[in-house]
């Protein structure tokens, strides 16, 4: 009687809240207490770690680093008499060498190098490892201290080799190649200007070798190792692992996990060495409670990962659980196991637009389930209210090379993509990895009326009122009493291609673009943007993080 009339008191949908409240903490003592056992503390949960057997991980090191700062000097042509003749002896002799493997036809090198239309450049970047052979990433560009070079604004990297930091011109291996157009960003706010000496090549540069997981044991030992290697080999499929040592073992990625390696490398990791029944179900019961209430829950999640598809049966009590985060990594792990549970319960996540894990879930997805399956979710979050999810839903689209995305290759410089199944319009630029303009909401037109000029008067876009066509006017970057004009439509992706496609040869009668290059094309967009020229939110993705390299 007296909990009828307190739940008559209740608005239903705090009464159903506290229920389902009430519920989850009866459920995770469920857990804590076991079948009849004491509840137990975090600290004896972490304790119980230690009776659980014998991990990979304890036995040996796992050698594959994120990321190897590399480095390496070139040239940058195609200045406009703002380079410099000066280099340092011995990196010209360098170039010499390497501009004649590269062109042996060549003879004048000595005043290609001391033209003012070159500059030589130190080039350095972080070569991300858990990639595969021939996958780009960023490189930075820095005109060398103490030359004259002045800008490096409109030039291209014409070909660098790349070594591990502190290893050049010594005879050690090239782990990556480099080459593009410079990319010097002008749209960031700043007030000191502009340092148009450094500039980088987004996704640059090119991983030249597939590098191996080598797992090191920590005491060589010839039946460690074969222990080891049958382990891995049963949890993850034939030849994942060859013992070519005592001490080393080599590892290849299953392919489920090729999209996600540093994740692979964890579950080697905490994978136990021994197994029986009796032992797995106390390891499932330890993590699954750990899951529940301990801070650190990646490990495990990962530790279940690990022991497979019998922790199917207890992850899936978890997704009744009101806490999120948990419910995120039980179903990710299934859905990663392979079970439609895991799936339908972040399915749920990505769509609820009061959850904060939305886009992890989005990820997660997209990484394991099926193509259909990750399609379908990402194409309804583009037309989300939030554009941090719609960017998150286009990226994951973008990988899966959905037909929801237009991409056309823009002067073999960067690509123009269209969507259309957005409500909301936005501009995407990005700032790193590959050069993209992203157009969400297309087609967005140009209001009538606009003018729009680049902050160094070069290049204009005139959309007069009443007019049928925009005017986009350019003055050669390199003949400045040279005016080239052409007419557009008020179509932005249509102004885009106008301004950047290059041009036709001498003999054709029409030009078919201005050539503006990628990085005066995206600061043209941010001021339209700026000026309600075109009505779209404007945003720019982050700068290369490549960071302070030590050096030798």
Not at 3 to 32: E, H
């Amino acid at each position: 009687m007296a909990i009828g009339f307190l739940r008559m008191s209740i608005p239903m949908d705090i009464w159903q809240r506290k229920t389902v409240s009430i519920a989850s903490i009866l459920l995770i003592g469920f857990f804590i207490a076991g079948c009849g056992e004491p509840a137990r503390s975090s600290k004896e949960l972490l304790a119980l770690e230690t009776d659980l057997g014998t991990t990979i991980g304890s036995l040996a090191e796992v050698f594959s680093p994120d990321v190897i700062g590399v480095e390496g000097y070139a040239l940058v042509g195609g200045l406009n008499g703002t380079g410099s003749a000066e280099c340092p002896p011995e990196i010209r002799a360098y170039l010499t060498k390497y501009i004649l493997k590269q062109l042996p036809e060549y003879k004048n090198v000595e005043k290609f190098i001391s033209s003012r239309n070159t500059a030589v450049v130190l080039v350095d970047g972080l070569m991300p490892i858990a990639v595969s052979k021939n996958q780009h990433f960023d490189v930075r560009v820095t005109a060398l201290p103490g030359t004259q070079t002045t800008s490096l604004e409109g030039g291209e990297l014409w070909g660098a080799e790349l070594w591990e930091v502190g290893k050049f011109n010594i005879g050690a291996k090239v782990l990556a190649n480099a080459e593009g157009p410079i990319f010097i960003d002008t749209i960031t706010d700043s007030t000191s200007g502009t340092n148009k000496r450094v500039g980088y090549v987004l996704a640059g540069g090119t991983v030249l070798d597939e590098y191996k997981i080598n797992l090191v044991l920590r005491q060589p030992d010839y039946r460690a190792a074969s222990l080891i290697r049958n382990r891995l080999n049963e949890r993850f499929g034939e030849d994942i692992a060859k013992a070519v040592s005592p001490s080393r073992i080599e590892l290849k990625v299953p392919a489920k996990y090729r999209k996600h390696k540093q994740r692979f490398i964890s579950v080697v990791k905490a994978t136990y060495l021994a197994e029986t029944p009796e032992i797995t179900k106390k390891r499932i019961s330890t993590f699954v409670r750990k899951l529940a209430v301990s801070e650190d829950k990646y490990t495990s999640e990962i530790a279940l990962e690990a022991i497979g598809n019998e922790c199917l049966k207890k992850l899936a009590i978890l997704l009744n659980l009101s806490n999120e985060q948990v419910r995120l990594r039980a179903a990710r792990c299934m859905l990663n196991l392979g079970s439609d549970r895991g799936l339908e319960a972040l399915r749920q996540i990505a769509l609820n637009k009061g959850s904060a894990y939305r886009v992890e879930a989005l990820e997660a997805i997209a990484a394991t389930a099926n193509r259909n399956d990750a399609a379908s979710v990402s194409r309804r979050l583009l037309r989300d209210e939030d554009f941090d999810i719609r960017l998150a839903a286009y990226e994951q689209l973008r990988k899966l090379d959905d037909i929801a995305i237009a991409q056309r290759l823009i002067a073999r410089n960067f690509y123009l993509e269209q969507i259309a199944q957005t409500e909301q319009a936005a501009i995407f630029v990005s700032r790193s990895g590959q050069p993209r303009i992203v157009l969400f909401g297309s087609p967005i037109i140009v209001r009538d009326n606009t003018f729009v000029q680049s902050a160094d008067g070069n290049i204009t876009i005139n959309a007069p009122a009443g007019q049928k066509y925009a005017s986009i006017v350019r003055k050669h970057p390199k003949r400045p009493g040279v005016i080239l004009q052409l007419k557009s439509s008020f179509e932005l992706g249509d102004i885009i291609r106008t301004l950047c496609e290059e041009p036709l040869k001498k003999t054709d009668q029409v030009h078919r673009g201005l050539n503006v290059s990628y990085a005066d094309m995206i600061a043209l967009l941010k001021q339209m943007c700026d000026k309600d020229a075109v009505q779209a939110e404007f945003r720019a993705g982050p700068l290369p993080k490549i960071g302070l390299i030590v050096k030798r």
